[in-house]
């Protein structure tokens, strides 16, 4: 049996089948239906958040969030992330600047950030990673005193609080992810959370193709809305996600106890006053006696696949070396030796147990 690094939490199909009926009775499929509607009410509640819109994926949500503070010049960020989030900056048009990451929890060094703004830089996109979240108060700080906009990548952090605080409530936006493979699933899809009511407008309007009446369009917009089945999808899921992250809990609890303390593995600290969300398990191979190139391979060969997540960093890319500025070496060095194990709902203590045994082997 292969175990992948991830698997996707699913409704029962009956469950689905129910859920997406009404659609087949009302032929209303996407364009702020009823079921678009009643999630984002319940998604929003379920995040803390004061405002949300939902979108077809994470990505377009974040180039909407860029597009909706109008950000110009300059953007400080991180390279150690998915590709998503320097493709939107780079594709709105903006220069990222990187900034390095944090030893511990990967996040961004804000001791870092200040020696990178100039008069251009006009934002921060930080990056929660692994759903470890960044050190919210010091950005925000820093956000304060350059008069500098805040977007979150929380794509990885869905149900993390601070003090019961959710995540999404921190900055000037948050996007969050609902791909197939995150820990909270619309199939593909996403959103994003702000403080500000105001932005409202600006972000659906630029989700519609920049529509604001049937004969006017005012924006350059895009499509990026979320459709009914996506919805129905999102609305099953929501009903399980305390379940599926206990579950993931139980595989994170087992893991710990078995490669913790062992000398050359590195594992994130747990952060304290944070409610987890066990996204993703990763582990740093330093020192150990064997690397992670070969540990991936050890567990390939045994059909078990962990991810080499993430690997490359993004300043790393072809289509970005030696473009834009910033020293990255932490980042670097982790990206080469970081594996993420499996970790999803349901992954068996037997399954933690015999991928701790081929590593500790
Ligand atoms: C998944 C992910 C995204 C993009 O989200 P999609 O919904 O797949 O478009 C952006 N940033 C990070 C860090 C991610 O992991």
Known sequence: MKINVTRSSMPSYEEYCEAIKPIFESKWLTNMGPLHNEFADKVGTYLGADNVSLFTNGHLALTIAIRALNLTGEVITTPF???????AIV???????????NPDTYTIDTDKIEE??????????????YG???DVEKIEAIAKKHNLKVIYDAAH???????????????DISMFSFHATKVFNTIEGGCLTYSDKALEGKISTLRNFGITSPESVDEVGTNAKMNEFQAAMGLCNLKYIDDCIESRKVAEETYRKRLEGVDGIKL???????TQNHAYFPVLFDGYKYNRDEIAQKLSAEDIFARKYFYPITNE????KGKFRGETP????ISENILTLPMYEGLSDDNVNKICDIILR
């Open 317 to 320: 890319f072809s289509c970005y």
């Open 116 to 129: 990178l703004i100039t008069d251009k830089t006009s934002a921060i996109i930080p990056v929660h990673v």
């Open 268 to 274: 994130c600290p747990i952060q304290g006053g944070v």
């Open 157 to 171: 952090v869905f149900g993390v609080k601070i003090g019961g605080r959710g995540i999404g409530t921190y900055g």
């Open 91 to 101: 594709d709105c048009g903006l220069t990222p600047v990187f900034c390095d990451v």
């Open 132 to 134: 470890n979240v960044c």
């Open 81 to 87: 992330t998915f590709a998503s989030t320097t493709h």
């Open 330 to 333: 932490i980042a670097k060095k």
